[in-house]
């Protein structure tokens, strides 16, 4: 594994994840554009989401077979190929099936990225630096698309030409950026039962209704920012700008955290933190109350999302739990439009948020659970022990012991395992001795004889 992230991974993490940062313009320029009431455009989005899900869990565990260069290249051509498509035409299934394929294409580069992220000796640096990558680029064109019109087709092309955008990285997937050594030889990796699988399946389930609940909010945030607080599309653009611009700080504060706290902490109390967020977020009624909670929510989004992105990777260095629980991510992103429409429809936007709050905060708690339960806790200096003895750390210190030896700041307790050391034994008595000398023979015999009459005498 590598100590640094290569520049392959961050790119194609930024590809992958660039279409679900686009959805509220995506959505919400579908239904203006092509005269689309919310719930069929938030079908569409849902639909584009739910194809990026199952690339996902198509080629989850494979990404080292097929080789992750050859994968990575055609998800960015089927994404290329599918959004340009999307934004050609006007004419809806062709609109829909480009949106499909563009969010297959989507999801492969997510998956190699994922895996490969995974493999490296910091996965919450390196997916600290994809969302960077990604939220920086999503505020740029959240603050250049409004200014160029408001047809369908420039989300769309956007998605289409970052994919174009990204091919030249591809090249250095071949040179360290696989996702394990196998990859490197060109040998399939032995197949090895999947870790930590209770905590793995609790996760996934988790964050597919952790990211429902977000992106319910987030597909329809532009409706709320122009229906409900009455702001125009381009005031509306310029929020989610900022919002984004403030996401990046929330990145660079969990890069800088990193695990100091852990990640059970920063999981669960962030986790409440965005439940209150959306809950004023969704009751916005002009510019101050809307911006807040925009703002406010997408600090602390990324922050959390950077956390369980790399608790995740944690389970497994494959990569593979990493790419199912992202995969599951995906699918609760896709049903996030689906489910915000109709529950702003139904009841309007400030019950809309009260559910979703009501949600996050039951999710928190087994989210908290699986990041105590797998995360162990973080080692500061002097606080590694084996049982009864000093801190491992310190001793290796002391002593001259290799480098190798000396546990990393912020990795987990190493478990101590217990050895069964067989019993010795008993000393023989002086009984059990005979005399030294021949045995069986006749002169034997004749020694014995003579000691037994010098004993009778």
């Known amino acids: 594994m590598s100590r640094r992230t290569p520049r392959p991974l961050v790119a194609l993490f930024t590809a992958g994840y660039l279409a679900p940062y686009l959805l509220p313009t995506v959505v919400g320029r579908l239904g203006d554009s092509l005269r689309l009431p919310p719930a069929q455009a938030g079908l569409i989005g849902s639909a584009l989401l739910m194809s990026s899900a199952a690339a996902g869990f198509t080629f989850a565990g494979r990404v080292d077979r097929l080789g992750p260069r050859t994968l990575a290249r055609f998800g960015l051509l089927l994404a290329a190929f599918g959004y340009g498509a999307a934004a050609a035409t006007s004419w809806m299934p062709l609109v829909v099936v480009g949106a499909m394929a563009g969010g297959f294409g989507s999801g492969t580069a997510t998956t190699v990225a994922a895996t490969g992220i995974a493999a490296q000796r910091d996965p919450h640096r390196a997916s600290t630096l994809g969302l960077l990558s990604v939220s920086a680029l999503a505020g740029a064109l959240y603050l250049t698309l409004p200014q160029l019109g408001p047809d369908h087709a420039l989300p769309f092309a956007a998605i289409a030409l970052t994919a174009l955008a990204t091919w030249p990285a591809t090249a250095g997937l071949g040179k360290g950026a696989e996702p394990d050594a196998a990859a490197l030889s060109g040998k399939s990796a032995p197949a090895t039962p999947l870790p930590y699988r209770r905590s793995g399946l609790v996760l996934a389930g988790a964050m597919l209704c952790w990211s429902m609940a977000q992106n319910s909010l987030w597909g329809v945030s532009s409706r709320i920012g122009t229906d409900q607080a009455g702001l125009t599309e381009i005031t509306v653009g310029a929020v989610f700008a900022v919002a984004l611009g403030t996401a990046l700080v929330g990145v660079l504060g969990a890069g800088a955290l990193g695990s100091r706290l852990g990640r059970a902490v920063p999981i669960g109390a962030g986790t409440a933190l965005i439940a209150c967020c959306i809950v004023l977020s969704a009751r916005a009624d002009d510019l101050t109350s809307f911006a807040t909670g925009e703002i406010a929510w997408n600090t602390v989004y990324p922050v959390v999302l950077s956390y369980l992105i790399g608790l995740a990777a ?39 948020g009260a559910t979703l709050a009501a949600l ?33 750390a310190l001793v290796a210190g002391v002593t001259g012991a290799p480098a190798g030896a000396v546990p990393q700041l912020g990795a987990a307790e190493q478990p101590v395992v217990e050895i069964t050391v067989s019993t010795p034994q008993p000393v023989p008595t002086q009984e059990e001795f005979s005399t030294a000398g021949p045995r069986g023979g006749p002169a034997a015999g004749q020694s014995s004889n003579a000691n037994a009459s010098t004993s009778a005498r």
């Open 314 to 352: 944690s389970l497994d260095p494959r990569g593979r739990w990493a790419v199912f629980v992202g995969s599951a991510s995906s699918l609760g992103t896709a049903c996030g439009p689906l489910t915000g429409s109709l529950l702003s429809q139904a009841a309007g936007y400030p019950a809309m």
């Open 360 to 392: 996050l905060l039951v999710l928190a708690l087994p989210l908290t659970a699986v990041a105590l339960h797998t995360g162990g806790r973080p080692l500061l200096p002097g606080t590694v022990r084996r049982r009864g003895g000093a801190p491992a």
